[in-house]
């Protein structure tokens, strides 16, 4: 039994967002499900602990009766078998922007990543925003290096833009010149996808739009439409 994959575009807690985020808490399995929080993203710069203290409000404000925000803030921390332990007991694990090669540098290979598969793998909804959404895919685009790096995997054959409606899509051109068979996927700002729909198609929530770069076509798609990655 899989799980489900939200992500979302930036811009995160407030207004629309709250339509793909409740919908991940319904699928975690509703208000008393555990939610643990991943702040790492947000660590180079020392804003891990207030963006975790407003996913944390978010969330509650949202219902959820269950939200921890983990210590996890590097490598170091991502190995701690405690933290590991609370991700695995996760019905919904949500990781925050920021730093994306930081984030994936902390987890890959690490226990608590091993930890999200196992959740994931039994039910449980894995995602985040921006920085949070992009280390899923195969390919992540890190901009303070300007360059495609190895993403966590989960999403064969992708690249996730965020903030496209704002700047993700200047990145697009460069990408699709790096990574010529890869589909780049461009989110908008408060806007959020699930593969909740029919078959596992991706769903659009929220105010903006999906945009999918691929084999020389761009699609968009809007609030409510599902689409095949």
């Known amino acids: 039994m899989k799980g489900f994959l939200l992500l ?32 790492a993203a947000a660590a180079p710069d020392h804003n891990h602990a207030r963006a975790g203290e407003n996913a944390r409000r978010w969330f509650v404000s949202l219902g959820s009766r269950q939200v921890s925000v983990l210590p996890l803030i590097d490598r170091a921390s991502a190995d701690s078998p405690e933290i590991a332990d609370r991700l ?7 990781m925050l922007g920021g730093f994306p090669a930081h984030l994936c540098e902390s987890l890959r290979d690490s226990l608590s990543w091993q930890a999200m598969l196992e959740a994931y793998q039994a039910g449980a909804v894995l995602g985040g925003s921006s920085a949070g959404a992009m280390v899923l895919a195969e390919h992540l685009y890190d901009p303070y ?13 992708v690249c996730i833009l965020p903030h496209h409606a704002s700047f993700g899509r200047r990145w697009a051109p460069a990408l699709q010149a790096q990574l010529p068979q890869v589909t780049l996927l461009g ?42 990655l």
Not at 18 to 28: K, Y
Not at 145 to 157: E, F, I, K, N
Not at 190 to 208: A, M, N, S
């Open 145 to 157: 290096r300007g360059q495609a790096l190895p993403g966590l995997g989960l999403l064969p054959g």
């Open 88 to 94: 695995r007991a996760a019905r919904l694990i949500y």
């Open 8 to 39: 979302e575009g930036g811009a995160e807690f407030g207004g629309r967002m709250a339509d793909p985020d409740r919908r991940a808490i319904e699928l975690a399995g509703g208000p008393d499900a555990p939610l643990c929080v991943i702040p």
């Open 187 to 228: 989110i908008d700002e408060r806007t959020g996808l699930l593969d909740d729909g029919p078959e596992g198609e991706w769903r659009v929530y929220g105010q903006g739009a999906a945009t999918l770069y691929r084999q020389g076509q761009v699609s968009v798609y809007q609030g409510g439409q599902l689409f095949r």
